[in-house]
C-alpha cells in the first residue's frame, strides 16, 4: 500500500522543505496511481491463475463433450492402434443426433419480444419499445447469437451472451454478442442464480497480435 523508507531523521529534517518544494502534486497523484495499478494488476492475474487452475479439470471434460459433438471419439493412441491392425476407427455417434433435434427445437421455438403496457397511457411508448428491440435484434443478429451459445451450452454445458452499449459512433449503439467458454473465466465461489449478485469478478481473456496490443496500450510496451 505504501513504501516505508527509513531516512535519518536530521536528513528528513533538511530535505522536508525542499522536497516539497519540487514534487508536484501531479506527480504524486501520477505515481500513486501507477502503484494502485500495478497492484489491482498483480491481484487480478492471481485470481485469474487461481480460476483456471481450479476449473481445468472441467474446462477438460468440456472439451472432451465438443470433442465427442465432432465425432472426435477416439484417443489417437487406440485409433493409431486400430489402423495398425487394418481396422477404422469409426464412430456412430449417437449424441449428435440428440443435440441437432434439441438445437432445431429452439430454432423452431423462435419468439420476438412484445412489450405490454402497464397503464393505458403507455401503449403508444410500448409499441415504440416493441419496435425498439426488434430493430436492435435484427441488426445485431441477436437470434442467431442465442442459437450459437444454446448449442454450445447444450454440447458443452456452458456459454456466454453479451449485450452492451457500442462506442464506435458509426455502429450501432446497443449491440449484442456470444462470446466461447474457453474465453472467459467465471468466479466459481458464485452461487447465485443471478451472477450480479454474489460474483466478485469476470474474466475475459483473448489473444491478440503483439502490434495490435502495443497499439491498445503504449505505455505497457516493455511489459507485452
Not at 20 to 26: I, R
Not at 138 to 147: A, E, G, K, L, P
Amino acid at each position: 500500500m505504501f513504501e516505508v523508507r527509513d531516512i535519518p531523521t536530521s536528513a528528513r529534517a533538511a530535505d522536508s522543505s525542499s522536497n516539497a518544494d519540487q514534487e508536484q502534486p501531479a506527480e504524486r497523484a501520477a505515481a500513486g496511481n501507477d502503484e494502485l495499478t500495478r497492484q489491482r494488476h498483480t491481484t487480478l492475474m492471481e485470481l485469474l491463475k487461481y480460476e483456471s487452475e481450479r476449473q481445468g479439470e472441467e474446462r477438460q471434460q468440456m472439451q472432451i463433450d465438443e470433442d465427442y459433438q465432432d465425432h472426435l471419439q477416439w484417443k489417437p493412441e487406440d485409433a493409431q492402434a486400430l489402423m495398425e491392425r487394418g481396422q477404422a476407427p469409426v464412430v456412430f455417434n449417437e449424441g449428435r443426433q440428440t443435440i441437432e433435434w434439441i438445437c432445431g427445437t429452439e430454432k423452431r421455438m423462435r419468439k420476438d419480444y412484445k412489450v405490454l403496457p402497464r397503464e393505458r397511457d403507455d401503449e403508444a411508448m410500448a409499441e415504440v419499445k416493441t419496435k425498439l428491440i426488434k430493430y436492435t435484434d435484427d441488426v445485431n443478429m441477436t437470434q442467431w447469437h442465442r442459437s450459437r451459445a444454446f448449442r454450445q451450452a447444450v454440447t458443452a454445458g456452458l456459454s456466454w451472451l453479451e449485450e452492451g452499449a457500442n462506442r464506435d459512433p458509426e455502429a450501432e449503439l446497443i449491440y449484442s454478442g456470444w462470446e466461447d467458454w474457453r474465453n472467459v473465466y467465471r468466479d466459481s465461489h458464485s452461487r447465485n442464480i443471478d451472477y450480479n449478485v454474489d460474483a466478485r469478478y469476470l474474466f475475459r481473456r483473448r489473444v491478440v497480435d503483439l502490434d495490435y496490443a502495443v497499439a491498445l496500450l503504449p505505455s505497457s510496451r516493455d511489459h507485452l
